[in-house]
């Protein structure tokens, strides 16, 4: 049987990775996004920081 999908918590904004300077500034973007009331935008850059490659390794490293 195969592993149960799971999702990341839409309620909280993903955690940049450590010493990535792409993340960082992912981050900071949506942080100011989100304080401007721009949801659209702010999820656009959950969703890179999400898929950037440093994401990719932390969910294989938890497989």
């Not at 918590?9 to 900071?28: I, M, W």
Request: with cysteine.
């Amino acid at each position: 049987m195969d592993q149960p999908i799971t999702l990341p918590d839409p309620t909280h904004p993903p955690r940049p990775a450590p010493g990535c300077d792409v993340c960082a500034a992912l981050d900071e973007q949506r942080a100011e996004y989100e304080r401007a009331k721009d949801i659209r935008r702010a999820t656009v850059c959950e969703v890179e920081i999400r898929n950037h490659p440093h994401a990719k390794k932390r969910r294989e490293a938890r497989s």
